[in-house]
C-alpha cells in the first residue's frame, strides 16, 4: 500500500502543511506526485484539443493525478491512496483505510470527500459499514466532483492512466470517466470524516501581476479579512457536506460498468516483453 499526495513545492505553506500533516497522521509510505500546470508546455501529447480551455491549475491537477495513477499501474499496487495538499485527515486514518481495502473491488474508486453545492442522493441499499460510516452508492454520476482524498484499485489506475493521456478530464471529472469507462465501481464514505484547510484555491491559479493576483494578495494581507475568509470557505465547505440524502433503494452504479476497459498494469507490460 501507498499514499500519493498531489502537492507542488512552488506554493510552499500547502506543501509544507501536507508533509507535516501526514507525518503526524499516517504511517504509510509516501509519494509527492505534483505537478505545476503553470511551468507544463502545452503541447500534443500533454493536453488534448478538448482540455486546450483548462486553466493552468486545472492542468496541473489533472496531470498530478494522471500521474499517481500510472505510479499505481507501474508499481503493481493492489490499491493506494491520493490526497491533495489541502486535506484535513482524521487520527484514525490508517484504520479507516485499512477497512476500505477490505472491501474496494477490482475497477473501483471510494471518495472520502465529496462536498456538493446541491443536494446529493445515496443509496443505502448493500451499504459497508466502516466503523462509524458506511460506503454508499450514488444514485447519480453528477453527485461526484471531489478529487481530495480517495483509495483507487488498480484497474481503475491503470485505465485512468492510459485513458487521461494525453489529459482530456478534469481529475474531478468522474461521471466523463465512468461513462468512457476508466472506472468499474464507485462509492462514496459518508459522512466524510475528512475536513480542507482553508488555503485559496490553486485551480484557478492566474498569472503574477494579474489583476486578480493583486487582489488575492491584498486580501491576503488584511489579517481581519484574510480570517474572515477563511472562514467563510470553511463555512461553505461544512455546509456542502451536509447537502446529503439518503433512499434504501438500490442504486443503478451497483452493478459493474459495462463500459469498463481492463487495462494491463505496466509492470505486467514490461516483463511480458
Same mark, same amino acid.
Given at each position: 500500500?501507498?499514499?500519493? /499526495?498531489?502537492?507542488?513545492?512552488?506554493?510552499?505553506?500547502?506543501?509544507?502543511?501536507?508533509?507535516?500533516?501526514?507525518?503526524?497522521?499516517?504511517?504509510?509510505?509516501?509519494?509527492? /506526485? #505534483?505537478?505545476? #500546470?503553470?511551468?507544463?508546455?502545452?503541447?500534443?501529447?500533454?493536453?488534448?484539443?478538448?482540455?486546450? #480551455?483548462?486553466?493552468?491549475?486545472?492542468?496541473?491537477?489533472?496531470? !498530478?493525478?494522471?500521474?499517481? &495513477?500510472?505510479?499505481? &499501474?507501474?508499481?503493481?499496487?493492489?490499491?493506494?491512496?491520493?490526497?491533495?495538499?489541502?486535506?484535513?485527515?482524521?487520527?484514525?486514518?490508517?484504520?479507516?483505510?485499512?477497512?476500505?481495502?477490505?472491501?474496494?473491488?477490482?475497477?473501483?474508486?471510494?471518495?472520502?470527500?465529496?462536498?456538493?453545492?446541491?443536494?446529493?442522493?445515496?443509496?443505502?441499499?448493500?451499504?459497508?459499514?466502516?466503523?462509524?460510516?458506511?460506503?454508499?452508492?450514488?444514485?447519480?454520476?453528477?453527485?461526484?466532483?471531489?478529487?481530495?482524498?480517495?483509495?483507487?484499485?488498480?484497474?481503475?489506475? &491503470?485505465?485512468?492512466?492510459?485513458?487521461?493521456?494525453?489529459?482530456?478530464?478534469? !481529475?474531478?471529472?468522474?461521471?466523463?470517466?465512468?461513462?468512457? #469507462?476508466?472506472?468499474?465501481?464507485?462509492?462514496?464514505?459518508?459522512?466524510?470524516?475528512?475536513?480542507?484547510?482553508?488555503?485559496?484555491?490553486?485551480?484557478?491559479?492566474?498569472?503574477?501581476?494579474?489583476?486578480?493576483?493583486?487582489?488575492?494578495?491584498? /486580501?491576503?494581507?488584511?489579517?481581519?479579512?484574510?480570517?474572515?475568509?477563511?472562514?467563510?470557505?470553511?463555512?461553505?465547505?461544512?455546509?456542502?457536506?451536509?447537502?446529503?440524502?439518503?433512499?434504501?433503494?438500490?442504486?443503478?452504479?451497483?452493478? @459493474?460498468?459495462?463500459?469498463?476497459?481492463? &487495462?494491463? @498494469?505496466?509492470?505486467?507490460?514490461?516483463? !511480458?516483453?
Amino acid at each position: 500500500m501507498k499514499l500519493f /499526495v498531489v502537492a507542488v513545492p512552488r506554493f510552499s505553506a500547502r506543501h509544507k502543511y501536507i508533509n507535516q500533516h501526514l507525518r503526524e497522521i499516517s504511517s504509510l509510505p509516501t509519494e509527492i /506526485v #505534483g505537478v505545476d #500546470g503553470a511551468n507544463t508546455p502545452r503541447t500534443p501529447d500533454i493536453i488534448s484539443e478538448a482540455a486546450k #480551455g483548462f486553466s493552468a491549475g486545472q492542468m496541473g491537477c489533472s496531470l !498530478a493525478h494522471a500521474s499517481a &495513477c500510472r505510479r499505481i &499501474c507501474e508499481l503493481g499496487l493492489e490499491w493506494a491512496v491520493v490526497v491533495e495538499d489541502d486535506v484535513v485527515l482524521p487520527k484514525n486514518f490508517d484504520e479507516i483505510i485499512n477497512i476500505i481495502a477490505e472491501h474496494i473491488r477490482p475497477g473501483e474508486l471510494i471518495s472520502l470527500y465529496n462536498p456538493t453545492m446541491k443536494s446529493a442522493l445515496y443509496s443505502t441499499y448493500g451499504s459497508t459499514a466502516v466503523q462509524e460510516m458506511r460506503l454508499l452508492y450514488p444514485m447519480q454520476l453528477r453527485s461526484l466532483r471531489t478529487t481530495a482524498v480517495y483509495v483507487i484499485h488498480r484497474d481503475a489506475a &491503470c485505465a485512468i492512466a492510459d485513458g487521461n493521456k494525453p489529459v482530456k478530464y478534469t !481529475a474531478d471529472d468522474y461521471r466523463d470517466m465512468y461513462t468512457d #469507462g476508466l472506472i468499474k465501481f464507485i462509492r462514496v464514505l459518508q459522512p466524510s470524516p475528512v475536513r480542507i484547510k482553508g488555503f485559496p484555491s490553486t485551480i484557478r491559479h492566474v498569472r503574477k501581476g494579474s489583476l486578480k493576483t493583486t487582489a488575492r494578495t491584498l /486580501v491576503n494581507s488584511i489579517p481581519g479579512l484574510r480570517t474572515f475568509m477563511e472562514f467563510r470557505r470553511r463555512w461553505l465547505r461544512a455546509k456542502r457536506l451536509n447537502n446529503v440524502e439518503t433512499t434504501d433503494e438500490p442504486s443503478p452504479l451497483m452493478r @459493474p460498468n459495462p463500459a469498463f476497459r481492463q &487495462c494491463i @498494469p505496466m509492470e505486467t507490460r514490461v516483463s !511480458a516483453l
